[in-house]
Every structure is written in structure tokens, then in C-alpha cells.
């Protein structure tokens, strides 16, 4: 059973596209998250909800847009798209706070041409 | 100044030698501390947690965290192949709702 579970695993699509990546989590975890994880393996946060709640919303484009619609469902929307955005999109779970670190799902490796 | 730092390496170490990875950090008021494996192409994947000075160990691999110093580090005895990867490093305050990570260290452990 996977615990974090990002579809789809590969997007491949033209610039201007709009697209989605979808997460679901089954660990009754009350936190999750969307990094960006670039060419260079740096992991950037996007995103946090708690339970449904958005509490962090870092600077990134207007064009990305998260959804929560129940505490285990997280998903990305991302309009416009850019030759830029391409990168590893993850989704992470984790009990509410940090203190015991996160569970990350298998990514989606976007890219855009 | 960054404020999780880490030799982004590669770091190469013999097989059955000890890799020591570090990372500091710039917060003081830092109480969880992380380290993540991370496979080409896979996602990172926690393995070691420490809030505490001093040691914790688990299995081959052993965390060490010095708040004064502000740094923490990880030892992997008795290195194998399977134990190449980049290792991340990542810290929180216990009131955040976000870890603030390392950029890794690639580690390649040589037959």
C-alpha cells in the first residue's frame, strides 16, 4: 500500500499547456506538501496545507495553484506552463508540525517543450 | 549565509570505510533535525532523526547532533555500494510547519 501517491509519475506537454498533478496520502497525516526540486536537487517548498488550511504559500508564479479538498488530497494545478517549470514536482505528507520529519511520494517529473 | 549548509561533494569513501557526512545550520532556535537518502531518480526517504546532543544510533548509521556548534552530522559504518546517494539535510523549528533544507551531498561509495 503506498502511503503518498502522486499521479501522473511523467507529463511531458507543450509550453502554454495547463496541467494537474494529483497527491493522496493515506497515513491520517494533518499536514501536506508540494516541493520543487530543480536540476540541481535543491528542494524548494511551494506549498503547505493543514488540514485543508493553506499555511505556507511561498513566493512561486500565480500560474500554480493548490487545492485541498479533505486532508488527505492535495493537488496542483498549473497554468500557462513554461519551459522553466520543468522539474521533479514532490508531494510530502507528515503529522501536523515537522517534529517527526515527512513522508514523500514518488514525484512526477514534469516536463515542458 | 545559507541557512543549512552541506558539502555538496561527491564525497568518495572505500568500500566497508566510514563515510561522514555534515551539515550546519544558521537558526538557533532549531530543535528537529533530519536526514534524507535520496536515489537517482527516486524521492528522498528519511532515515535518521535527532533532537537531542550527542549520539543516536540505528543499525549502520549514526546521527550526531552538537546545537552548541550548530552542527549535525551522519557516520555510515561499514560502507556499501547500495549506500551511494545523496544525503540530505534538514532542520526545523518545532512551531514550523516547514523543514528548511541542505542542497545534499552525493556520496559514492567505490567496490
Known amino acids: 500500500d503506498t502511503a503518498v501517491s502522486q499521479t501522473p509519475k511523467y507529463l511531458v506537454t507543450q509550453m502554454g499547456n495547463d496541467k494537474s498533478i494529483k497527491c493522496e496520502q493515506n497515513?491520517?497525516?494533518?499536514?501536506m506538501y508540494w516541493y520543487k526540486q530543480d536540476s540541481k536537487k535543491f528542494l524548494k517548498i511551494m506549498f503547505s496545507?493543514?488540514?485543508?488550511?493553506?499555511?505556507i504559500n511561498e513566493t512561486v508564479p500565480n500560474r500554480f495553484s493548490p487545492k485541498s479538498p479533505d486532508k488527505a488530497h492535495l493537488n496542483l494545478h498549473i497554468n500557462s506552463l513554461e519551459l522553466g517549470d520543468s522539474a521533479v514536482y514532490f508531494c510530502?505528507?507528515?503529522?501536523?508540525?515537522?517534529?517527526?520529519?515527512?513522508?514523500f511520494g514518488s514525484g512526477t517529473r514534469l516536463t515542458v517543450v | 549565509q545559507k541557512e543549512v549548509e552541506q558539502n555538496s561533494g561527491p564525497l568518495s569513501v572505500p568500500e566497508g570505510a566510514i563515510a561522514s557526512l555534515n551539515c550546519t545550520y544558521s537558526?538557533?532556535?532549531?530543535?528537529?533535525f533530519f536526514w534524507y537518502r535520496q536515489y537517482s531518480g527516486k524521492s528522498p526517504e528519511l532515515i535518521m532523526s535527532?533532537?537531542s546532543n550527542g549520539d543516536k544510533e540505528d543499525g549502520r548509521f549514526t546521527a550526531q547532533l552538537n546545537k552548541a556548534s550548530q552542527y549535525v552530522s551522519l557516520l555510515i559504518r561499514d560502507s556499501q555500494p547500495s549506500d551511494s546517494a545523496t544525503y540530505l539535510c534538514?532542520?526545523?523549528?518545532?512551531?514550523?510547519?516547514?523543514?528548511?533544507w541542505g542542497a545534499g551531498t552525493k556520496l559514492i561509495i567505490k567496490p
Open positions: 510530502a505528507s507528515s503529522p501536523q508540525g515537522t517534529v517527526y520529519g515527512y513522508t
Open positions: 497515513l491520517g497525516h494533518d499536514t
Open positions: 496545507y493543514n488540514n485543508k488550511e493553506l499555511i
Open positions: 537558526d538557533r532556535g532549531s530543535q528537529s
Open positions: 535527532i533532537y
Open positions: 534538514a532542520v526545523s523549528r518545532d512551531s514550523n510547519y516547514q523543514l528548511i
